[in-house]
């Protein structure tokens, strides 16, 4: 009587890991990453015949924070007939989309919605590595922020006059 209480005991406790194991699993595979939507975009946006550039698609690419200082600052472009500090596509910090090879994608640190994501490109044959800082809007990722290569963050140099 006493093996079969312990065995039942034991069979439970397995059932429930299991249960744990699958839910898990389910959960990871039904949200998607951050990394995810990077390689996505980047797979998207720059290959042999590109032509486009990430300001292209900005809606669906940046987080309203960040799509509302580009806007700005491609209105005042507009207005004052200069190019201003959007002169490059943010995302590779080239102006030739088609220059662009994906070296590495690489997730960072993910917390509360928020996650850091590192981009390895050549560009014309040059090295440019860049953090890109994710969050989370409406149940999908969005670039919150461009850190690296010629820009220490792109929010900020946006907000700066």
Same mark, same amino acid.
């Given at each position: 009587?006493?093996?079969?209480?312990?065995?039942?005991?034991? %069979?439970?406790? !397995?059932?429930?890991?299991?249960?744990?194991?699958?839910?898990? $699993? !389910?959960?990871?595979?039904?949200?998607?990453?951050?990394?995810? $939507?990077? =390689?996505?975009?980047?797979?998207?946006?720059?290959?042999?015949?590109?032509?486009?550039?990430?300001?292209?698609?900005?809606?669906? +690419?940046?987080?309203?924070?960040?799509?509302?200082? %580009?806007?700005?600052?491609? =209105?005042?472009? +507009?207005?004052?007939?200069? %190019?201003?500090?959007?002169?490059?596509? @943010?995302?590779?910090?080239? =102006?030739? @989309?088609?220059?662009?090879? +994906?070296?590495? +994608?690489? @997730?960072?640190?993910?917390?509360?919605? =928020?996650?850091?994501?590192?981009?390895?490109?050549?560009?014309?044959?040059?090295?440019?590595? !860049?953090? !890109?800082?994710?969050?989370?809007?409406?149940?999908?990722?969005? %670039?919150?922020?461009?850190?690296?290569?010629?820009?220490?963050?792109?929010?900020?140099?946006?907000?700066?006059?």
């Amino acid at each position: 009587m006493k093996f079969s209480r312990n065995f039942s005991v034991v %069979i439970g406790l !397995l059932s429930a890991l299991g249960l744990t194991v699958v839910l898990w $699993f !389910l959960n990871e595979k039904s949200e998607p990453k951050g990394v995810d $939507f990077v =390689q996505h975009t980047y797979a998207e946006l720059y290959h042999e015949n590109s032509n486009s550039s990430s300001l292209d698609k900005a809606d669906e +690419i940046y987080s309203s924070t960040l799509l509302g200082l %580009i806007r700005k600052e491609q =209105q005042q472009q +507009i207005a004052s007939g200069e %190019i201003g500090k959007l002169s490059a596509d @943010p995302l590779c910090n080239c =102006q030739d @989309p088609a220059s662009v090879q +994906i070296v590495e +994608i690489t @997730p960072g640190v993910s917390k509360d919605g =928020q996650v850091t994501v590192r981009v390895t490109l050549l560009v014309s044959g040059m090295t440019e590595k !860049l953090r !890109l800082d994710l969050v989370r809007e409406t149940g999908r990722w969005k %670039i919150d922020d461009v850190t690296g290569g010629q820009t220490t963050s792109l929010h900020n140099s946006l907000i700066e006059d």
